[in-house]
């Protein structure tokens, strides 16, 4: 607000009237300015005015009974207050003068020094200094809004990449709260090591990394893939500081590699299909020819070969069939079923090959029953599939088998976990893959199965192996509600 701007509100906070007529009648003669001047003698009515924010600019007397004007101005702050407001006394006092600075007050006038110049001059300069003030404050809660309610990381680190304030996305990301990562530094967070170099060195270098895929590992030791981007300041008047931001792409990524997982089965299923038609044209052609043989050959070495034919020829068949299922989406039918059922009918039709292992079991279930759309019987053919798989990759008398489910607001996940021999990391990438496998007698079909039907109940599967820890298969379900599977689209995240 300008003097220029006509109407300007003051109020005169003084229990003294002559004193407010004499202070009034100054601020009259100010030439250039219209002004509407108000009288409050009670302290706390005129609380009340300045909390209100009734007026642009306050002056207040120094004494006002039994509080003093600074009391009155420390409260009024307090309370929000951010109008100028002007201490008036009766005398010159150092201290006085020292202490409304101190508390806020924008200036501090002695009455009998005042003229019509030093009040022009002094409400000048407060309404200048207060919008500028307000200005600076506006920016300061808009830039602090976007700071504080990001859903990225904000951060802004020391040299060597301790945190020195953080948003709360931390939490909702990390799980860590912003008082326990002011304790630690990103290199404390990251789950790789070279990454600890590379940044170290990209700061040192170039003073900046832009759009850098790094892993991080969460309070309850979930690893997180983010994107950073980060900038070192050393405009800082005593050192550098670091500022960036952290996104979280662990869903992205997810559905990056559901995405390809599910392009490769599509391609590999367009080759099994064409193969499957241009091998078994010429095998009809043998069978038929055999069977004709049959009938007209009738010694016993014919009988022999034409025996073995035969026989090869069904093996054939009923291999190109197989190929066939695994590569074509499953015909299903989806009903309500409950997880917790279908499970426990599933690790019933694998306990055998459980107690002969000597494999011990352990399934956690939540109280509740889980509630998913499923075709029953496919769905334990491929869960089955996992863990029979399991159960192989566990050593005799030493192996723990661990089923559990947990519920999330609208999915449902199933973990399976064992203490095999694990999976190494180039592998993982092929596993679902028609045709891989690291079984000795193994055709590779079964996982490749196991994924057609789970992603017919739109269902994401993830695996996580270590070589020589064991392996962990974690399946998320849409749940049921009232007879819809929740997240249609297929994307669950």
């Not at 009340?48 to 003093?68: E, P, Q």
């Not at 003229?115 to 404050?137: G, Q």
């Not at 917790?340 to 306990?351: K, M, P, W, Y």
């Not at 947990?406 to 694990?422: A, F, Q, T, Y």
């Amino acid at each position: 607000m300008r003097m220029q701007e006509r109407g300007i509100r003051i109020l005169l906070v003084d229990d003294d009237e002559d004193d407010f007529f004499i202070t009034s009648q100054y601020i009259k003669h100010i030439q250039g300015a219209d002004f509407i001047i108000d009288w409050c003698p009670q302290y706390a009515k005129a609380l009340r005015h300045m909390v209100d924010k009734s007026h642009d600019i306050y002056f207040v007397d120094y004494r006002l009974g039994a509080k003093s004007g600074v009391d009155l101005l420390k409260e009024a702050i307090q309370n929000g207050c951010e109008e100028p407001i002007i201490l008036l006394t009766g005398k010159g006092n150092y201290q006085v003068d020292i202490e409304a600075m101190e508390t806020g007050a924008v200036d501090y006038l002695v009455k009998t020094d005042l003229t019509i110049e030093k009040l022009e001059r002094c409400i000048r300069y407060a309404l200048d200094r207060t919008s500028t003030l307000k200005a600076l404050k506006r920016n300061e809660r808009k830039y602090r809004n976007i700071f504080e309610k990001s859903k990225d990381i904000v951060f802004i680190g020391d040299a060597d990449m301790g945190f020195q304030d953080v948003n709360e996305a931390v939490h909702t990301i990390l799980g860590y709260t912003r008082f326990e990562v002011l304790d630690m530094s990103l290199y404390d967070l990251l789950e790789q090591p070279q990454h600890k170099m590379m940044l170290k060195q990209a700061f040192k270098d170039r003073k900046e990394i832009n759009d850098w895929e790094i892993t991080l590992q969460a309070k309850n030791g979930d690893i997180k893939s983010c994107i950073i981007n980060a900038t070192v300041d050393d405009t800082a008047t005593h050192s550098n500081y670091i500022q960036g931001i952290i996104h979280d792409i662990t869903n992205l990524k997810k559905i990056e590699k559901a995405t390809l997982q599910a392009e490769k089965l599509a391609a590999a299923g367009r080759l099994v299909r064409t193969l499957a038609h241009e091998v078994r044209n010429p095998l009809n052609n043998i069978t038929l020819s055999a069977e004709q043989m049959e009938h007209e050959l009738k010694d016993q070495g014919s009988e022999l070969y034409l025996n073995i034919i035969q026989r090869n020829c069904r093996r054939i068949s009923d291999l190109i069939s197989e190929l066939l299922n695994t590569s074509r989406p499953s015909d299903i039918v989806l009903e309500e079923h409950v997880l917790q059922s279908v499970i426990d009918e599933v690790i019933f039709s694998a306990i055998d090959r459980l107690t002969l292992k000597r494999i011990k079991l352990h399934v956690s279930y939540p109280d509740e029953k889980q509630t998913i759309l499923s075709d029953r019987e496919k769905l334990k053919v491929a869960l089955l599939n996992i863990i029979i798989n399991a159960i192989e990759a566990m050593e005799e008398q030493k192996g723990n088998l661990s089923i559990s489910i947990h519920p999330l607001k609208e999915h449902v996940v199933l973990n399976i976990s064992d203490n095999g021999c694990g999976i190494s990391e180039e592998n993982i990438s092929r596993l679902f893959e028609p045709y891989f496998t690291q079984k000795r007698n193994g055709m590779g079909l079964g996982l490749p199965f196991t994924l057609n039907i789970l992603q017919s109940h739109r269902a994401v599967i993830e695996v996580n192996s270590q070589e020589g820890s064991g392996t962990t298969f974690t399946i998320t379900f849409p749940i049921s509600k009232d007879g819809v599977a929740s997240g249609e689209d297929g994307n669950i995240f």
